[in-house]
Nanobody, 121 residues
């Protein structure tokens, strides 16, 4: 099995920064795309940022210019550097990864348990 563990959430004031990290472990042959999603109370889960294995990135319009996603393929980790945080960034942030567990298998999506980010005004 594969586990994704997020760290780095917390409570910050508007304008401050926070970095989230996600580490994948377990039966991993190769990881393809990785991403951060978030879900605020009463809202649908939304894609925040995604990164391919070759580090091509995609961002939600609401976070462009403020958030930066990065990855380390050797360590099977991704980070999300969040700057100039706003109250509307408050949500549970979850890590997602497409993982192949053997050379003959296909890619399967895995999710972390989520980490709370709260931005006070």
């Amino acid at each position: 099995q594969v586990q994704l563990v997020e760290t780095g959430g917390g409570l910050v004031q508007a304008g401050e920064s926070l970095t989230l990290s996600c580490a994948a472990s377990g039966r991993i042959f190769r990881i393809n795309d990785m991403a951060w999603y978030r879900q605020a109370p009463g809202k649908q889960r939304e894609l925040v940022a995604a990164i391919t294995r070759s580090s091509t990135t995609t961002y939600a319009d609401s976070v462009k210019g403020r958030f930066t996603i990065s990855r380390d393929n050797a360590k099977n980790t991704i980070n999300l550097q969040m700057n100039s945080l706003k109250p509307e960034d408050t949500a549970v942030y979850s890590c997602n990864a497409d993982v192949r567990d053997s050379y003959i298998g296909g890619y399967q999506p895995y999710w972390g348990q989520g980490t709370q980010v709260t931005v006070s005004s």
